[in-house]
Each structure stands twice: as C-alpha cells, then as structure tokens.
C-alpha cells in the first residue's frame, strides 16, 4: 500500500488508511504515513490455533480491538467520509461501527467482501468438513457457535440507506446466511 495514505497533491485531500496488521513481526509499525496497521484479523487463518480456538478465546476481543481503533482514528483525524474498501478477515460490525460515527458518511467499494455478507466465523462455522473424523465434532460445535453469534445479531442485516443498481442488471436475493445481495442476471453490471 506505499503511497496509499498522506496528502493527494491534485485534490488537496488527506487520506488515512486503517488496514490490518496481517504481516506485521510483532507489532511493529513501518514508517508508512498515513497508513495505521492497527486492526487484527478475525479469524486469522494463517495463525494457529485455527479459527474454532479462535473463536472461543479470541473473536470478542479482537472485535472490540478493531472498533476502538476505529473510533480513536475517527476522533483523530475527523473524516468526513469513510470508505470500506475490503471487509475480508473482520467482523462486519466494523462497518455497523463506522456507519454509528455522527457526521461521516460511509461509502462502501463492493467488488470483494460486502457488509451484507456474513462474517468469517459464520462462513468458517456454516461450511461442512470433509474430514469424517471431526464432522461429528464440528456439527456440535457448529450448532453452539452459530447459536451463540445469533444471540449477539449475526448475521449483521444490513439497512441501506441508498442502493444504486440498475434493475436490468441485477436482482435483489435473500437467504438465511446473507440477508441481503445484489446478484447479477447478467455478466454486465452498470
């Protein structure tokens, strides 16, 4: 991300970046202005103990980690807009976060992870395993993961304030795991 972050010379915008410190060697920040590697991904799966461990002793933390930090940068530097740009590896409530922010509007870029989609856990905890040694593991503790992130709201229902498609282009899909999707009838979007 070199020369994501600092002052936009044409525009005369100042960005700041809020990434996650995926790759980082305990801790330490690069000497990168305007990019704040603060938020821990959630699950991360190139850590160990895998997702499942995660989950039980790590999830709310790293959650609650990731909007202080959000909201600390916030009240730093005053946005007035924010842009999410890739939710893959945190909790969508990130956006919900970002979105409770009084006067900053939150705009969304939709081509990878969208805040209508469940999160990683949800995803991680839905999806089946083809090892028949921990199916049966698995399937029990599916059911007391997914029982436990109903209870705190999940998966996240999005409200949106303002949706532009086209109606020619793309239709509007419900289901239990993602409440709301914009899927394509056909390979142009506009």
């Not at 419900?174 to 506009?190: I, Y």
Request: glycine share 8%; hydrophobic share 35%.
């Amino acid at each position: 991300m070199p020369g994501c972050g600092g002052t936009s010379v044409r525009s005369g915008h100042v960005i700041h970046v809020l990434t996650s410190d995926r790759g980082l060697d305990g801790g330490s920040q690069p000497d990168e202005p305007g990019i704040n590697r603060l938020l821990h991904l959630s699950p991360d799966f190139g850590r160990r103990p895998g997702p499942a461990w995660q989950f039980v002793f790590a999830r709310r933390q790293a959650e609650t980690h990731n909007q202080k930090c959000l909201r600390a940068l916030a009240q730093q530097f005053h946005p007035e807009v924010i842009c999410i740009w890739n939710l893959q590896g945190l909790p969508r409530s990130l956006a919900v976060e970002a979105e409770s922010l009084p006067s900053i509007g939150v705009a969304y870029w939709l081509a990878g992870y969208s805040p209508a989609e469940p999160d990683e856990y949800w995803l991680y905890w839905s999806a089946p395993t083809a090892n028949p040694v921990v199916k049966p593991i698995k399937q029990l503790l599916s059911s007391l993961a997914l029982s436990i992130m109903r209870s705190e709201g999940q998966p996240i229902t999005r409200k949106c304030n303002t949706l532009v498609w086209s109606a020619s282009s793309c239709a509007i899909k419900e289901s239990p795991t993602a409440p709301c999707q914009l899927m394509p009838r056909s390979s142009t979007m506009v």
